[in-house]
């Protein structure tokens, strides 16, 4: 918005449209999870007519999109603390919620009012809490054990993290979950990152060697193993 000479509310805007378009790219190809950052728990330092801008923004999305998923059996869910989010908008994000339930060819999980601190000191919340009930043992903990507190407990750890606009950094962005996620960085700003982007970052990620801590050959090695 700002190249454009334009307010940063038209930025936020044409973004709306660069996640259509993913959302889209993704369910198209066939990927079955797609993670948008949406809102951060920091954007609430922003200005205050930005931030009701965004909740404006967001509820509009939600009801332009509900036909759209539906059509295309896409399951909308939420990451994200719900304390904070304007009632009138997450009533409806509950009830594309709850009519997208039962669609299983895309999930979307929109990180909305979310922080990866806020969510791992959550997790760590929920364990004592289970502790003191004795319901847990505190030598129970395992990083399997924390990954069940968290709120992405059932859907499996993101392989690609996408970062737009030349950015350097993870920005509190599901930071247990993207351990070993390959990271894809480039300058297109998120307002021009459509399907032609998209696909770029996936053609990318296909020339990488996941590893996983073990050595090539080894990686090598299982892949040509023979079936039993």
Same mark, same amino acid.
């Given at each position: 918005?700002?190249?454009?000479?334009?307010?940063?509310?038209?930025?936020?805007?044409?973004?709306?449209?660069?996640?259509?378009?993913?959302?889209?790219?993704?369910?198209?190809?066939?990927?079955?999870?797609?993670?948008? &950052?949406?809102?951060?728990?920091?954007?609430?330092?922003?200005?205050?007519?930005?931030?009701?801008?965004?909740?404006?923004?967001?509820?509009?999305?939600?009801?332009?999109?509900?036909?759209?998923?539906?059509?295309?059996?896409?399951?909308?869910?939420?990451?994200?603390?719900?304390?904070?989010?304007?009632?009138?908008? &997450?009533?409806? +994000?509950?009830?594309?919620?709850?009519?997208?339930?039962?669609?299983?060819?895309?999930?979307?999980?929109?990180?909305?009012? &979310?922080?990866? @601190?806020?969510?791992?000191?959550?997790?760590?919340?929920?364990?004592?809490?289970?502790?003191?009930?004795?319901?847990?043992?505190?030598?129970?903990?395992?990083?399997?054990?924390?990954?069940?507190?968290? +709120?992405?407990?059932?859907?499996?750890?993101?392989?690609?993290?996408?970062?737009?606009?030349?950015?350097?950094?993870?920005?509190?962005?599901?930071?247990?979950?993207?351990?070993?996620?390959?990271?894809?960085?480039?300058?297109?700003?998120?307002?021009?990152?459509?399907?032609?982007?998209?696909?770029?970052?996936? @053609?990318?990620?296909?020339?990488?060697?996941?590893?996983?801590?073990?050595?090539?050959?080894?990686?090598?090695?299982?892949?040509?193993?023979?079936?039993?």
């Amino acid at each position: 918005a700002k190249r454009r000479l334009l307010n940063r509310v038209a930025g936020h805007e044409a973004g709306a449209e660069s996640v259509r378009a993913v959302i889209e790219t993704a369910r198209k190809i066939g990927i079955p999870h797609l993670t948008l &950052y949406a809102f951060s728990k920091e954007n609430w330092q922003r200005p205050p007519k930005e931030i009701q801008a965004l909740w404006q923004l967001f509820r509009r999305f939600l009801r332009s999109e509900r036909p759209r998923m539906m059509e295309n059996e896409i399951r909308v869910r939420h990451l994200g603390d719900p304390d904070g989010i304007p009632e009138d908008v &997450y009533a409806e +994000f509950q009830a594309l919620m709850h009519d997208t339930a039962h669609f299983d060819k895309l999930t979307v999980h929109l990180a909305l009012n &979310y922080g990866g @601190r806020h969510e791992l000191a959550r997790a760590a919340r929920l364990f004592a809490e289970d502790v003191r009930r004795g319901a847990r043992r505190p030598e129970e903990m395992t990083p399997e054990l924390l990954g069940s507190y968290l +709120f992405t407990a059932d859907i499996p750890d993101p392989d690609l993290v996408i970062r737009t606009s030349g950015e350097y950094r993870v920005s509190n962005f599901l930071l247990w979950q993207i351990a070993y996620a390959e990271l894809y960085i480039t300058d297109t700003l998120w307002p021009d990152f459509r399907e032609q982007e998209f696909v770029k970052a996936l @053609r990318d990620y296909q020339k990488r060697e996941r590893r996983f801590g073990k050595t090539s050959e080894q990686v090598a090695q299982e892949a040509f193993a023979p079936l039993v």
